[in-house]
């Protein structure tokens, strides 16, 4: 079983419209949680992190459900320019090196 | 923010060729760099992490005499593809992070897309 289990998509997402979708992790230790997004070719770059109240940046909310182990990310009046595949990662933070575990993406597409 | 610069951003080679990597960071000293492996539609996968001036740890899985990384500097790491292979071809990613004052995130390069025929 997969470490970071993310729906592939796509998310076929009207200009406007809000889209939101989920990721689920295996390892319960896990204590740092973050969104990713990463273009076509190019190198993931952090959207936000996830905390355990939940939080939001602009149109972009996450939210953290321990008990059943998983993160959702919402995005509200989509831009054209949301269009990426968005990483859910995860950090168990047990080793001081704090390694990453990345899901393999959630892809978005925002339609005119 | 921080930045972490990759070269070369893209490489053909012929199989059997070895080809090195660079992972700069350029305004930070990065006392960990690590280096990920992304084949299409897939996760990135963490192939090893390396503090500076000391030998790098390799994930399960990752012949360590096959891909050589060398973390010489606080400011560069190199990755080192050894006798390269078309299934060695992938996206190679670093990522860099100061750990001097605490738990920080890690900054990504910018990829390097490597092709073995």
């Known amino acids: 079983r997969k470490e970071v289990e993310q729906d592939p998509g796509p998310f076929n997402v009207p200009e406007g419209a809000t889209v939101a979708f989920n990721c689920t992790y295996s390892?319960?230790?896990?204590?740092?949680f973050f969104w990713y997004r990463q273009d076509c070719r190019k190198e993931p770059k952090l959207l936000m992190s996830?905390?355990?109240s939940g939080n939001e940046d602009g149109r972009f909310t996450a939210q953290l459900n321990r008990a059943s182990q998983y993160i959702s990310l919402l995005i509200r009046d989509s831009k054209l320019s949301d269009s990426a595949t968005y990483l859910c990662?995860?950090?168990?933070?047990?080793?001081?090196?704090?390694?990453?575990?990345f899901g393999a993406g959630t892809q978005v597409v925002v339609t005119p | 923010g921080a930045v972490v610069s990759q070269h070369p951003s893209w490489v053909i080679c012929k199989s059997g060729t070895s080809v090195k990597i660079e992972c700069r960071s350029l305004d930070f000293q990065a006392t960990t760099m690590f280096w990920y492996r992304q084949f299409p539609k897939q996760s990135l996968m963490l192939m090893a992490t390396s503090n500076e001036g000391s030998k790098a740890t390799y994930e399960q899985g990752v012949e360590k005499d096959k891909f050589l990384i060398n973390h010489a500097s606080l400011t560069l790491s190199t990755l080192t593809v050894t006798s390269a292979h078309p299934e060695d071809s992938s996206f190679y990613i670093c990522?860099?992070?100061?750990?001097?004052?605490?738990?920080?995130?890690?900054?990504f390069g910018d990829g390097t897309r490597l092709s073995i025929l």
């Open positions: 990522s860099a992070r100061d750990d001097r004052q605490g738990y920080q995130p890690q900054h």
């Open positions: 990662v995860v950090s168990d933070q047990t080793d001081s090196w704090g390694k990453l575990q």
């Open positions: 996830v905390y355990s």
């Open positions: 390892n319960s230790a896990s204590q740092s």
